[in-house]
C-alpha cells in the first residue's frame, strides 16, 4: 500500500465495470438527444476528472468533442472545499448543443454548480452532468441536479484515479481513503509526498 493510504475503497475492476455500464447509458441517452444532425461536447473538469474522462470517452461509441475546463475548489494542502474558482475559458460555443459535463466527485456542488449556471447561459440543447463519485447530501452547500452518479462514498477524503490530495495520488488505479493505516494514528492526516 502507498505511504498516506489508509485503505482501497474502490478497486480498480469495480471502477471499469462501471465506468462500462456509464458510458454505454450516457453514449444512448445521448445518441437519442442529438438524433440526427446534433452535436454532442463532454466538458471536463480539470484536474480531477482527467482519469476517468480518459476511460469514459472509450466506453461511448459516438460522435462528440470535448472542451476542458479548469476548476480549483481545493488550494493546496486541503482537504474542505473553499469555493470554485475557474482558472482558464470556459467554452463559448456550446449553444444548441449537447453537453455532458464530467466531474470527479460531487461534494460541496459549488463547482459543479458554477459550471451548471454558466453552462446553461448559453442555452446548450441539453445539459447533463455526470460525476464518478458523490459523497453524502450533508457534505452539500449548494443543490446540483446530477443525471449519473458512479458511486455514492461515505464522506471521507479519498484520492486515486485522478482525485489529488495537495496534487498527488493521481496515478492510483484505485479510489483510496487518505490517512495512517488503519490501526494507527497520526497527528498529521496525510504526507506532503507520495
Ligand atoms: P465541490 O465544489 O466541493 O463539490 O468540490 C468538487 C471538487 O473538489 C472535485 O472536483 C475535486 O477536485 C475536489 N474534491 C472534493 N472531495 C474530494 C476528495 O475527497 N478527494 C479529492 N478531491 C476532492
Ligand atoms: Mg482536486
Known amino acids: 500500500?502507498?505511504?498516506?493510504?489508509?485503505?482501497?475503497?474502490?478497486?480498480?475492476?469495480?471502477?471499469?465495470?462501471?465506468?462500462?455500464?456509464?458510458?454505454?447509458?450516457?453514449?444512448?441517452?445521448?445518441?437519442?438527444?442529438?438524433?440526427?444532425?446534433?452535436?454532442?461536447?463532454?466538458?471536463?473538469?480539470?484536474?480531477?476528472?482527467?482519469?476517468?474522462?480518459?476511460?469514459?470517452?472509450?466506453?461511448?461509441?459516438?460522435?462528440?468533442?470535448?472542451g476542458v475546463v479548469a476548476v480549483s475548489s481545493y488550494p493546496g494542502a486541503a482537504?474542505?472545499?473553499?469555493?470554485?474558482?475557474?482558472?482558464?475559458?470556459?467554452?463559448?460555443?456550446?449553444?444548441?448543443?449537447?453537453?455532458?459535463?464530467?466531474?470527479?466527485?460531487?461534494?460541496?456542488?459549488?463547482?459543479?454548480?458554477?459550471?451548471r449556471r454558466l453552462i446553461d447561459a448559453q442555452r446548450p440543447g441539453s445539459l447533463r452532468v455526470c460525476v464518478l463519485l458523490r459523497k453524502p447530501a450533508a457534505s452539500r452547500r449548494e443543490d446540483v441536479p446530477v443525471e449519473y452518479v458512479g458511486f455514492d462514498i461515505p464522506d471521507a477524503f479519498v484520492v486515486g484515479y485522478g482525485l489529488d490530495y495537495d496534487g498527488h495520488f493521481r496515478n492510483l488505479p484505485d479510489i483510496a481513503v487518505l490517512g495512517p493505516p488503519e490501526g494507527?494514528?497520526?497527528?498529521?492526516?496525510?504526507p506532503e509526498t507520495a
Open 1 to 66: 500500500m502507498q505511504a498516506g493510504i489508509q485503505r482501497v475503497l474502490i478497486d480498480r475492476g469495480r471502477i471499469a465495470d462501471r465506468v462500462k455500464e456509464l458510458g454505454a447509458q450516457i453514449a444512448a441517452d445521448l445518441a437519442r438527444d442529438a438524433s440526427p444532425a446534433g452535436e454532442v461536447v463532454l466538458v471536463p473538469i480539470l484536474t480531477g476528472s482527467i482519469v476517468f474522462v480518459a476511460d469514459l470517452i472509450r466506453q461511448m461509441p459516438l460522435k462528440l468533442s470535448l
Open 79 to 115: 482537504t474542505q472545499s473553499r469555493g470554485a474558482g475557474i482558472r482558464g475559458d470556459v467554452p463559448t460555443d456550446l449553444g444548441g448543443k449537447h453537453v455532458l459535463i464530467v466531474d470527479d466527485i460531487l461534494d460541496s456542488g459549488r463547482t459543479l454548480g458554477l459550471m
Open 184 to 190: 494507527q494514528t497520526a497527528r498529521t492526516p496525510a
